[in-house]
C-alpha cells in the first residue's frame, strides 16, 4: 500500500521539478538567446561564449531572488549586445567598450534597423521580468545534465549555422601578423620628394568583391576614363586590414596594426613615426579632412599628435558650403568635399600631404537623407534588384568618384599623387550582402601623376 502511494508522489515531485526547469529553460535558453537565433535565417557573428555564459549564469541564480535574477539577466543581454556588435564590427570588445563614450555623438534613430533592435531588446527585458516570477529552481540531477545538454548544443548549433561565414567576424590582428598597406604596398611615398603633393583617401567600407561580377565592374571603373588615363598612372590591387575604422587609419597613417587610443596613452615617440609627421619633418604641410565631428573617436586630440598641423571636421567643411547628409553618422556631404580638398592644394605655398576620411557610406546607409542613395538603381540595375543595401552603398562611391575625378582632371590641379584605399569591408549583418565582400582585404587605387621618377 505505501509502495503505491509513494509512485505517485514521486511522479509528482519529478513532474514539478520538470516544470520548473522548463521556466528556467524558456527565460535563460530561449528568452536571452531568441532575437539573436533570429538572426540565423540571414546570418550573425558566432555567439559560443554568450550562450554558454547565460546558461551558466542561469544555473546559479535560479534559487535567488526575482530582482537579482532579472539583474543577472538583463547583464547576460547587455554582454550578449556588446558581443554581437563588436562581432559585426569587426572590433575588440575593449574597443567597443571604450568607443561607448562617444555613442551620443551618433544617431541610431536614423535607422529603422537600430529602432527595430532597440524595441526588441526592451520588450526582452520586460518579458523577462514576468516570466521570472515563476519557480525557477529545479534540482533534479536528470535536469541539470538536461540544462547543460540545451547550453552546449545550442553553442553547437550556433557554429554549424555559421561555418560558412567564419573569417567575416571579430577580426583582431592576431600576435606577429605580417604588416602590409596599401601606403606601403604601393609605393606611395617614394615620390614624397617635395615636387609634387601627396593626397591620401581612406574610404569607408570600400571592400573587395568577391565572386560578383556587378560589383567588381563597379569598384574604381570611373577612374579608367581616358581623363584619368592622360594624367595618371592608374594601379590597383588589395591589402589586408584588420578591426575598424581607426585601425585603418592607424595601418595606413602609422604604418603597423593597432588603434588610436594606444597613441593617447602613450609617450610622443610611436607618433613621430606616422606619416604625417614623417613628411612634416621633411618640409609638407599636412592636412586632415573628415565629414564628421572631430571630438569622435577622440580625432582633434589625436590627429595633430601624429602630424597633421590642420584639421578640417563636419563643422568646418559645412562652413566652407557641404551640405548636411544624414544617417546613423550625419556630417558633411563626402561628395562635395574633393571641391575643397582641390581648394586646398591649389592655394598651397609648400607641398601638401592632404588625407580625407570619407564618413556617408557607413552602414546602414538609408534611402532619403540627402544621400542620393534611394535609386541607386542608375548605378547599377542587378545590384538594386539582388543586393539593394549594396547598391545604397554605390550610389555614394559613384557620386564621389565623378566629383574627385571632375577636380583631379582639371586643367588647374596641380600636380599630386592620389592613393584610396577601403578602411574595412562594410560589415553588413545578414549574410547575403556580407559574403559578397572579401572577409580579410581592402581594395586600393594609385593615381600616379604623370612627369618626373623620384630621385634614387
Known amino acids: 500500500m505505501n509502495m503505491t502511494l509513494?509512485?505517485?508522489?514521486?511522479?509528482?515531485r519529478f513532474s514539478a521539478d520538470f516544470k520548473k526547469f522548463m521556466n528556467w529553460a524558456l527565460v535563460w535558453i530561449g528568452l536571452a538567446n531568441i532575437p539573436f537565433m533570429a538572426m540565423w535565417l540571414v546570418g550573425a557573428p558566432p555567439r559560443a561564449i554568450p550562450i554558454a555564459l547565460a546558461g551558466l549564469v542561469g544555473l546559479i541564480v535560479k534559487r535567488m531572488p526575482r530582482v537579482v535574477q532579472w539583474i543577472a539577466f538583463a547583464g547576460v543581454m547587455v554582454y550578449s549586445l556588446l558581443s554581437f556588435v563588436s562581432g559585426l564590427f569587426s572590433l575588440t570588445l575593449d574597443s567597443l567598450l571604450y568607443s561607448l563614450q562617444f555613442f551620443s555623438e551618433i544617431k541610431p534613430s536614423n535607422s529603422i534597423e537600430y529602432i527595430v533592435a532597440a524595441i526588441v531588446v526592451v520588450g526582452i527585458l520586460i518579458g523577462s521580468w514576468f516570466l521570472l516570477k515563476r519557480d525557477t529552481n529545479f534540482s533534479k540531477p536528470l535536469h541539470i545534465l538536461l540544462g547543460g545538454a540545451l547550453i552546449f548544443g545550442l553553442v553547437g548549433a550556433d557554429a554549424a549555422i555559421g561555418e560558412g561565414m567564419r573569417g567575416h567576424y571579430f577580426r583582431p590582428a592576431p600576435e606577429g601578423a605580417r604588416f602590409e598597406s596599401a601606403v606601403t604596398k604601393s609605393d606611395f611615398v617614394a615620390r614624397a620628394d617635395g615636387k609634387r603633393h601627396l593626397?591620401?583617401?581612406?574610404?569607408e567600407s570600400l571592400g573587395v568583391p568577391k565572386n560578383n561580377r556587378a560589383?567588381?565592374?563597379?569598384?574604381?571603373?570611373?577612374?579608367?576614363?581616358?581623363?584619368?588615363?592622360?594624367?595618371y598612372e592608374v594601379r590597383q590591387g588589395t591589402s589586408l586590414y584588420y578591426n575598424s575604422t581607426t585601425s585603418g587609419?592607424?595601418?595606413?597613417?602609422?604604418?603597423?596594426?593597432?588603434?588610436?587610443?594606444?597613441?593617447?596613452?602613450?609617450d610622443d615617440s610611436k607618433a613621430l613615426d606616422c606619416l604625417p609627421a614623417q613628411l612634416a619633418r621633411k618640409g609638407y604641410a599636412t592636412q586632415a579632412m573628415h565629414s564628421f565631428k572631430g571630438p569622435f573617436f577622440k580625432r582633434e586630440d589625436w590627429y595633430p599628435k601624429i602630424g597633421f598641423?590642420?584639421?578640417?571636421?563636419?563643422?568646418d567643411l559645412e562652413k566652407r558650403g557641404a551640405e548636411w547628409c544624414g544617417?546613423?553618422?550625419?556630417?558633411?556631404?563626402?561628395?562635395?568635399?574633393?571641391k575643397m580638398l582641390a581648394e586646398n592644394l591649389k592655394r598651397a605655398t609648400q607641398p601638401t600631404f592632404q588625407y580625407w576620411l570619407t564618413l556617408n557610406t557607413h552602414l546602414p546607409v538609408p534611402t532619403e537623407q540627402n544621400l542620393h542613395a534611394e535609386n541607386c538603381e542608375k548605378v547599377s540595375v542587378e545590384l538594386a534588384r539582388d543586393y539593394p543595401m549594396i547598391c545604397r552603398q554605390y550610389a555614394i562611391f559613384d557620386d564621389i568618384d565623378r566629383a574627385l575625378i571632375k577636380e583631379i582632371t582639371a586643367s588647374d590641379f596641380p600636380e599630386a599623387d592620389i592613393l584610396l584605399v577601403g578602411d574595412h569591408m562594410p560589415p553588413f549583418f545578414d549574410r547575403h550582402h556580407r559574403s559578397q565582400f572579401d572577409p580579410e582585404r581592402v581594395p586600393?587605387?594609385?593615381?600616379?601623376?604623370?612627369?618626373?621618377?623620384?630621385e634614387g
Not at 509513494?6 to 509528482?12: D, G, I, M, N, V
Not at 598641423?309 to 563643422?315: D, G, I, L, N, Y
Not at 544617417?327 to 574633393?338: E, I, L, M, T, Y
Not at 586600393?444 to 623620384?454: C, D, E, F, M, T
Open 327 to 338: 544617417g546613423v553618422f550625419a556630417g558633411a556631404c563626402d561628395r562635395q568635399v574633393p
Open 249 to 266: 587609419e592607424m595601418r595606413e597613417l602609422c604604418g603597423r596594426w593597432g588603434d588610436y587610443y594606444e597613441l593617447l596613452a602613450s
Open 444 to 454: 586600393w587605387l594609385y593615381l600616379k601623376a604623370k612627369g618626373s621618377q623620384p
Open 6 to 12: 509513494e509512485l505517485p508522489a514521486k511522479q509528482h
Open 215 to 231: 560589383m567588381s565592374d563597379k569598384l574604381f571603373a570611373q577612374y579608367k576614363s581616358r581623363a584619368v588615363t592622360d594624367r
Open 199 to 203: 593626397v591620401l583617401i581612406i574610404v
Open 309 to 315: 598641423q590642420k584639421r578640417e571636421f563636419a563643422v
